[in-house]
């Protein structure tokens, strides 16, 4: 079992930067495949990044690449969100997720709100 925080969420203007933070539990976290997801008001959960258990292997959603960077941290079980050029359409409350098997999500995060501003 595995609990997930995330934090580092507000409010920044169109163009601006944040960085999210997921603070696991526990003395396994380098075995867990790790994800980030967003849901904006109305609309349903997306997926937005994910990495793997050593860090080497990093996939993004169309609409962040180029713009967001996944990243952990495993000596201080952590995983980063580096969000860059943000714009309103990113505006979401953003889960951190974890995976024993890749692709299959079995903890959830209770998200931290990301507002962008035009």
């Known amino acids: 079992q595995v609990q997930l925080v995330e934090s580092g969420g507000g409010l920044v203007q169109a163009g601006g930067s944040l960085r999210l933070s997921c603070a696991a539990s526990?003395?396994?976290?380098?075995?867990?495949?790790m994800g980030w997801f967003r849901q904006a008001p109305g609309k349903e959960r997306e997926f937005v990044a994910t990495?793997?258990?050593?860090?080497?292997?990093?996939y993004y959603t169309d609409s962040v690449k180029g713009r967001f960077t996944i990243s952990r941290d495993n000596a201080k079980n952590t995983v980063y969100l580096q969000m860059n050029s943000l714009k309103p359409e990113d505006t979401a409350v953003y889960y951190c997720?974890?995976?024993?098997?890749?692709?299959?999500?079995?903890?959830w995060g209770q998200g931290t709100q990301v507002t962008v501003s035009s």
């Open positions: 997720a974890a995976a024993i098997a890749a692709g299959m999500w079995n903890y």
């Open positions: 526990g003395r396994t976290f380098s075995t867990y495949h």
């Open positions: 990495i793997n258990r050593s860090g080497g292997n990093t």
